[in-house]
């Protein structure tokens, strides 16, 4: 028989940006709960949120648990009877152990002999029973970005629980959670609906909870508040900004929405749009509007939380509220125009970017140096406009714009720089040296900006390496990670063939002349560290480890011949037949070597066998058409070549003691051949690596 459960945490108003990876989290551990506790689930568990509630709903929960079948292996029959037959003191106690009579042990036949056995059988528990031992504990082991404390409960959570529905099958199941008692009640909105309601069942929930002004489906919610907003913006005949997140944002905010739509003074146009757009945006969650041109339009549309008696005040409160903060930008853009861009790069000196690495000034100054060397090798002919967009890209971190909206950084910068006539190019790249923002977002279409970027993010990467502020654990205060994975992919985009060990060394070298620090050893660490964002990148692609350790093993520096060499490496081992056994081949030739620290020089003299001419003569063949292959990027040819020595090498390895006792010189000689070859199909990739 299955059951319906119903779990609903009431609380106090939840985060917008905490709610959707909360109710995941909530899922997933309820699955991973029930599945441990043997309770089958035959159907998909749900979950469901508002800002005040978190719901989790199966309809196909096992009434009890799964019988639990225990198999138990004693110690060997020689050992738990005497030569009489009789018990000894191992198989009584093994027996008393079991909660089992020693009649009841059986023997089984294992490879090591007989042993005793006993097979036992668990019944299984009400699913209720265990869910209230259970459920305090999974509640309490959601994650959230930010818990709190309140009052006396030793409970931390996100935000205070006011009360606990719980039930299977319409009853109750009873434990406690943040000192609250579950029941079989709940509440609906907070100010159009706040009785207490008495729930019999999922269905029965579902259908009081939405006559009390609650939309408990979030996607519904979102649905709900896209329409609304629409509609809303329709009514001045305009549309609607185009913001996924700012819909789901809104829609995590409110349990039961309404919109209405606002004016703002025409005047206000005047001010750049991403300010207007922002200060709406971020501050009031409020939609700017567009006419049929796509130009703003002096309106904008607010969601709220409850059905208003009288639209009008409500507007007019929006408008009240946006009007002075409309008012603060244009005041803000106004002051900041009365200054250039290139003034306030001095205003940086009072900034402390880190204690240990100066202010942002200085920070400027070593990743200027450091784009003017980039531009030189992939933009020699735009230096001029590096160096002037690496001047000026952190300018407006301190105007008064940027300090009231600091998510207008770069935004701003590339408003005021076209306001003084620089040119578009270097605007665009005060703007673009930030993207991406997020773990795949948007790269740079800008080369100018796609060089500064490059330059500001390696900046960063090895002041703090240099400093000891590498990331550690979940712990990655400066972004490293994403910073190192940005460098990665404009590499790729932009299809520059750069080598990342020169553009670390030169960073590594600027930042030495203001901090000391082991140059030797941080460059080792930063580039083991990009290999690791790498391989992890390129595992997400789905390429398989094996295929990207045996790329990245033999070479990582140039970017773009990393990818390329992997998706050739990977074509061949997928298309060859004889794949398998040149990387076993391979693997022989490594395995030899592992332990030889000299390197050895060839004498054909001292050749006795003839799979040694063979061998030399087909390596000396084919070397220098692989590496043709290889001066052209053709890894896939290359590997192809290579096939040609496998049989000479297997017959080498069956017909001749490589590593023979009786001649140093010999031995040394042999050695050097295989050090050659190594040599040769390291240029390629590490097939030592394939798991064969």
């Given at each position: 028989?299955s059951?319906?459960?119903?779990?609903?945490?009431?609380?106090?108003?939840?985060?917008?940006?905490?709610?959707?990876?909360?109710?995941?989290?909530l899922?997933?551990?309820?699955?991973?709960?029930?599945?441990?506790?043997r309770?089958?689930?035959?159907?998909?568990?749900r979950?469901?949120?508002?800002?005040?509630r978190?719901?989790?709903?199966?309809?196909?929960i096992?009434?009890?648990?799964?019988d639990?079948?225990?198999?138990?292996?004693g110690?060997?029959?020689?050992?738990a009877?005497?030569?009489e037959?009789?018990?000894?003191?191992a198989?009584?106690?093994f027996?008393r152990r079991?909660?089992v009579?020693?009649?009841?042990l059986e023997c089984?036949?294992?490879?090591?002999?007989?042993?005793?056995?006993?097979k036992?059988?668990?019944?299984?528990?009400?699913?209720?029973?265990i869910l209230?031992?259970?459920?305090?504990?999974l509640?309490?082991?959601i994650?959230?970005?930010k818990?709190?404390r309140?009052?006396?409960v030793?409970?931390?959570?996100?935000?205070?629980v006011h009360?606990?529905?719980a039930?299977?099958?319409?009853?109750?199941?009873p434990f406690?959670?943040?000192?609250?008692?579950?029941?079989n009640?709940?509440?609906?909105h907070?100010?159009?609906?706040?009785?207490v309601m008495?729930?019999v069942?999922?269905r029965?929930?579902?259908a009081?909870?939405?006559?009390?002004?609650?939309l408990?489906?979030?996607?519904?919610?979102?649905?709900?508040v896209?329409?609304?907003?629409?509609?809303?913006?329709?009514s001045?005949g305009?549309?609607?900004a185009?913001d996924?997140d700012?819909?789901?944002?809104v829609?995590?905010?409110?349990?039961?929405?309404?919109?209405?739509?606002?004016?703002?003074d025409?005047s206000?146009?005047?001010?750049?749009?991403?300010v207007?757009i922002?200060?709406?945006?971020?501050?009031?969650k409020?939609?700017?509007?567009?006419d049929?041109?796509?130009r703003?339009m002096p309106?904008?549309?607010?969601?709220?939380?409850?059905?208003?008696?009288?639209?009008s005040?409500?507007?007019?409160?929006?408008e009240?509220?946006?009007?002075?903060?409309?008012?603060?930008?244009?005041?803000?853009?106004?002051?900041?125009l009365?200054?250039?861009?290139?003034d306030?790069?001095?205003d940086?000196?009072?900034?402390?970017?880190q204690?240990?690495l100066g202010?942002?000034y200085s920070?400027?100054q070593?990743?200027?140096?450091l784009a003017?060397y980039?531009?030189?090798k992939?933009?020699?002919?735009?230096?001029e406009?590096?160096?002037?967009a690496?001047?000026l890209?952190?300018?407006?971190l301190?105007?008064?714009?940027?300090?009231?909206?600091p998510?207008?950084q770069?935004?701003?910068?590339k408003?005021?720089?076209?306001i003084?006539?620089?040119?578009?190019e270097?605007?665009?790249?005060?703007y673009?040296?930030?993207?991406?923002?997020?773990?795949g977002?948007?790269?740079?279409?800008s080369?100018?900006?796609?060089?500064?970027g490059l330059?500001?993010?390696?900046?960063?990467?090895?002041?703090?390496f240099?400093?000891?502020?590498?990331?550690s654990?979940t712990?990655?205060?400066f972004a490293?990670?994403r910073?190192?994975?940005?460098?990665?992919?404009?590499?790729?985009?932009?299809?520059?063939?750069?080598?990342?060990?020169?553009?670390?060394?030169?960073g590594l070298?600027?930042s030495r002349?203001e901090?000391?620090?082991?140059?030797?050893?941080?460059?080792?660490k930063?580039?083991?560290f990009?290999?690791?964002r790498?391989k992890?990148?390129?595992?997400?692609?789905?390429?398989?480890?094996d295929?990207?350790?045996?790329?990245i093993?033999?070479?990582f520096?140039r970017?773009?011949?990393?990818?390329?060499r992997i998706?050739?490496?990977?074509?061949?081992?997928?298309?060859?037949?004889?794949?398998?056994?040149?990387?076993?081949?391979?693997?022989?030739?490594?395995?030899?070597l592992?332990?030889?620290e000299k390197?050895f020089e060839?004498d054909?003299?001292?050749?006795?066998?003839?799979?040694e001419?063979?061998?030399?003569?087909?390596?000396?063949?084919?070397k220098d058409?692989?590496y043709?292959?290889l001066?052209?990027?053709?890894?896939?040819g290359?590997?192809?070549?290579?096939?040609?020595?496998?049989?000479?090498v297997?017959?080498?390895?069956?017909?001749?003691?490589?590593l023979?006792?009786e001649?140093?010189?010999l031995?040394?000689?042999?050695?050097g051949?295989?050090q050659?070859?190594?040599?040769?199909?390291?240029?390629?990739a590490?097939?030592?690596?394939?798991?064969?």
């Amino acid at each position: 028989m299955s059951a319906e459960l119903l779990l609903e945490i009431g609380t106090e108003e939840i985060p917008s940006a905490y709610l959707e990876e909360g109710l995941n989290e909530l899922r997933r551990l309820a699955e991973a709960c029930l599945k441990e506790n043997r309770i089958e689930v035959t159907g998909n568990l749900r979950t469901y949120g508002t800002p005040r509630r978190l719901v989790l709903i199966g309809k196909t929960i096992a009434e009890k648990q799964e019988d639990l079948v225990k198999e138990m292996t004693g110690p060997p029959k020689t050992v738990a009877y005497d030569k009489e037959g009789k018990p000894t003191k191992a198989a009584i106690g093994f027996a008393r152990r079991q909660g089992v009579s020693v009649d009841e042990l059986e023997c089984i036949e294992t490879a090591k002999g007989e042993y005793l056995f006993i097979k036992s059988k668990i019944p299984g528990r009400p699913a209720r029973d265990i869910l209230a031992e259970v459920l305090p504990k999974l509640v309490g082991n959601i994650p959230w970005p930010k818990s709190m404390r309140w009052g006396s409960v030793g409970f931390s959570f996100v935000r205070p629980v006011h009360w606990v529905l719980a039930l299977l099958n319409g009853e109750v199941i009873p434990f406690e959670v943040a000192g609250v008692k579950s029941g079989n009640t709940t509440r609906g909105h907070r100010f159009m609906a706040p009785e207490v309601m008495k729930i019999v069942d999922v269905r029965d929930y579902f259908a009081k909870i939405e006559k009390s002004f609650v939309l408990v489906d979030q996607k519904e919610r979102e649905q709900v508040v896209e329409k609304l907003v629409i509609e809303a913006a329709e009514s001045v005949g305009g549309k609607p900004a185009k913001d996924r997140d700012l819909l789901s944002t809104v829609a995590n905010l409110v349990e039961y929405p309404s919109a209405v739509c606002g004016n703002f003074d025409r005047s206000f146009l005047d001010v750049p749009e991403p300010v207007l757009i922002t200060a709406m945006r971020e501050h009031q969650k409020y939609f700017a509007v567009y006419d049929g041109e796509d130009r703003l339009m002096p309106n904008f549309v607010a969601v709220n939380n409850t059905i208003a008696r009288d639209t009008s005040v409500v507007k007019r409160g929006h408008e009240r509220v946006l009007r002075a903060r409309l008012s603060d930008a244009d005041f803000f853009f106004k002051e900041d125009l009365k200054r250039p861009l290139q003034d306030r790069l001095e205003d940086l000196k009072r900034v402390t970017y880190q204690a240990d690495l100066g202010t942002s000034y200085s920070k400027v100054q070593r990743f200027s140096r450091l784009a003017e060397y980039l531009g030189g090798k992939v933009l020699p002919g735009k230096i001029e406009q590096i160096k002037i967009a690496a001047s000026l890209c952190k300018c407006d971190l301190v105007s008064q714009m940027v300090t009231e909206f600091p998510s207008l950084q770069g935004v701003v910068g590339k408003v005021y720089a076209r306001i003084e006539g620089q040119p578009e190019e270097v605007c665009a790249a005060i703007y673009e040296h930030y993207l991406p923002t997020k773990a795949g977002g948007q790269l740079p279409t800008s080369r100018i900006g796609a060089v500064v970027g490059l330059a500001d993010r390696m900046d960063t990467i090895i002041g703090c390496f240099a400093v000891g502020l590498e990331p550690s654990g979940t712990a990655d205060p400066f972004a490293l990670r994403r910073h190192s994975l940005s460098i990665i992919r404009i590499v790729e985009d932009m299809g520059w063939d750069l080598s990342l060990k020169e553009f670390i060394e030169r960073g590594l070298s600027i930042s030495r002349e203001e901090v000391e620090f082991d140059k030797g050893r941080v460059f080792a660490k930063i580039s083991d560290f990009f290999k690791e964002r790498y391989k992890q990148m390129m595992l997400r692609s789905d390429y398989e480890t094996d295929l990207i350790e045996a790329a990245i093993s033999v070479e990582f520096d140039r970017i773009n011949d990393l990818r390329l060499r992997i998706e050739q490496l990977k074509r061949f081992a997928t298309e060859s037949s004889e794949f398998h056994d040149l990387a076993l081949t391979f693997k022989r030739v490594t395995n030899i070597l592992k332990k030889q620290e000299k390197t050895f020089e060839v004498d054909t003299n001292l050749f006795k066998e003839t799979s040694e001419s063979v061998l030399w003569k087909t390596f000396q063949a084919l070397k220098d058409d692989v590496y043709g292959c290889l001066g052209r990027k053709d890894y896939y040819g290359a590997l192809g070549l290579m096939l040609k020595l496998r049989k000479p090498v297997d017959d080498f390895f069956d017909e001749v003691e490589i590593l023979t006792k009786e001649n140093e010189a010999l031995k040394a000689n042999r050695v050097g051949i295989l050090q050659q070859l190594s040599r040769l199909f390291l240029s390629v990739a590490d097939l030592s690596k394939f798991s064969i």
